[in-house]
């Protein structure tokens, strides 16, 4: 018991003895037995790529402390912190393959898919990457539902990087095979190169089997067609439930029984897709000549009267009113023939225009609606302009420069893409229009040969075709001396469709 300042304080034992030590080791003691606790990074090897590259860096015995530092903040999922010191360090001939490929890990895990692929296609240029340990790890990640990935990320693959993706298309790797049926798109019968190596289920092999057979279609190959039809798309379809696409299966699939000569067949093919697919009024315009070839004139009456709506007028079919210039010609309907005629003017004529007046947002927004292509050079130029801002964030020159050239070669492929769709519309009108022109000298002929044979009839009835006014719009006549009252009227047409449908028989 101590007194100090008249206040008592118990000091226990334990007291005492420290504060004894203290006066034992004194003001200059070295206090050097105390433990020091250092903490350590923790690692977590959680996918096959950092488990390789954690292995890589042991292995190839790297010191460095700024490439060290840079793998320690990958590690710990720092991922843009990581790269920021990645793209400053100059690494040797030891550790540049496993830098490289890391760069590539990295801009993946921070969503920089286009410059994934850019420095994906230089490594593999340069050497094998799927021969290494990192590379196959590498694949393991990126390589899982690829053609997904370079789909929904609107990748573009430059000329220079399909030449050299040409080169490693051997490469056995997953990430590859979608590169390279990406390269292949819009290229003919040279996909079949690729198309065997594509999983069933894939996106890519799904476009690009349409790819294939629409150019064995267009060489008259359409048994070859059909067994690819059959052994490829077929089982696919089994699998998707999306409209679209099966939508799009039914159309090809009635185009190639057309084209073969299996009418009913293709029939039943275009009547299958659903009024909700953006195919439905193309494939009615297109039924309809399925119907004329078997002169099926109830069918191409209703469906007629159907497509005849203003809302249709809109929707690119210039085919439309042709057919029906030609079915009511069929089934002798004169003055339908006339109003198909005058349509097809209105109708076209505002297509031509749109497709002879400057670009401007509006005819982009409708020519992608149903163009896969320039959708995806869009979506991809958006996209880029976006991550150009990142790159500069983490400082990377080199991706930066590249992604910004390749902003511009999107833009002059859009320009170029653009004035191909406008030249295949106007190339589609100009078809109609010429088969319409024969349509209108046959109904013509047939209007002459009527106008003989009704004289025989009735002398005093005339029908007359204007055919050198100055107004070309081929108006019908019915004169007829003296009072002309509505069921005369009416007789003489019914006499004139009744002559016809006897010539038709």
């Known amino acids: ?84 010191l990645m793209v400053q360090i100059k690494p040797n001939a030891k550790s540049e393959r496993l830098i490289n490929a890391t760069k590539i890990y990295l801009y993946y895990k921070l969503g920089q898919p286009q410059v994934v692929v850019n420095l994906w296609i230089k490594e593999a240029s340069k050497y094998n ?37 040409a080169k490693i298309e051997s490469d056995n790797s997953q990430f590859n095979y979608s590169l390279q049926a990406l390269k292949y798109l819009r290229s003919g019968e040279k996909g079949l190169n690729i198309l065997g190596k594509l999983t069933p289920g894939d996106p890519l092999r799904y476009r690009l089997v349409n790819t294939v057979i629409i150019a064995m279609a267009e060489a008259g ?52 897709i659903p009024d909700e697919s953006k195919n439905f009024l193309k494939s009615r315009v297109e039924s309809l000549w399925v119907s004329m070839q078997s002169k099926d004139h109830s069918v191409i009456l209703g469906e007629l009267k159907s497509l005849e709506l ?11 009113h042709l057919v029906g210039a030609m079915a009511n010609l069929q089934l002798c309907q004169f003055s339908k023939v006339e109003k198909s005629f005058n349509q097809f003017i209105r109708v076209n004529k505002v297509h031509l225009s749109e497709l002879t007046e400057e670009v401007d947002d509006k005819l982009i927004t409708k020519l992608k609606k149903n163009n896969f292509y320039l959708s995806q050079l869009s979506k991809f130029e958006k996209r880029a302009v976006v991550n150009l801002k990142k790159l500069d964030e983490l400082g990377d020159i080199t991706s930066h420069e590249e992604l910004k050239a390749q902003i511009s070669f999107a833009q002059n492929k859009m320009s170029e893409e653009i004035e191909r769709d406008r ?83």
């Open 310 to 320: 203003n809302a249709f007028e809109e929707e690119f079919l210039p085919e439309l």
């Open 423 to 505: 030249e295949n519309r106007k190339a589609l009108v100009q078809n109609a229009l010429r088969n319409m022109r024969f349509v209108k000298i046959e109904f013509l002929s047939t209007m002459r040969r009527l106008k003989e044979k009704l004289a025989l009839i009735k002398g005093e009835d005339r029908v007359s075709t204007l055919t050198s006014a100055i107004d070309k719009t081929d108006k019908l006549e019915f004169p007829y001396d003296g009072v002309l009252f509505g069921d005369e009227l009416f007789n003489m047409r019914s006499k004139i469709k009744s002559l016809c449908l006897k010539e038709r028989k």
């Open 221 to 272: 190959k359409l048994a070859e067609a059909g067994k690819l039809v059959k052994e490829v798309i077929e089982p696919e379809i089994k699998k998707i439930d999306k409209l679209e696409t099966i939508s799009d299966y039914y159309l090809t699939l009635a185009r190639l029984l057309y084209q073969a000569g299996a009418y009913e067949a293709s029939k039943q093919y275009f009547n299958a």
């Open 1 to 84: 018991m101590i007194k100090v300042l008249g206040t008592v304080l118990l000091l226990s034992s334990t007291q005492v003895l420290a504060s004894g030590t203290d006066l034992l080791v004194g003001k200059d003691g070295k206090k050097s037995f105390t433990p020091i606790v250092k903490q350590v990074r923790q690692v977590i090897l959680d996918d096959p790529f950092v488990v390789q590259a954690y292995g890589a860096i042991r292995a190839y015995g790297i010191q460095s402390k700024e490439i060290t530092n840079a793998f320690d903040l990958m590690f710990e999922k720092k991922y843009e912190e990581s790269l920021k």
């Open 129 to 165: 990457l799927n021969n290494t340990q990192v590379g196959v790890a590498l694949d393991q990640i990126i390589g899982v539902k690829s053609s997904n990935y370079l789909l929904k990320n609107a990748i573009l693959l430059t000329g220079k990087q399909k030449d050299i993706l």
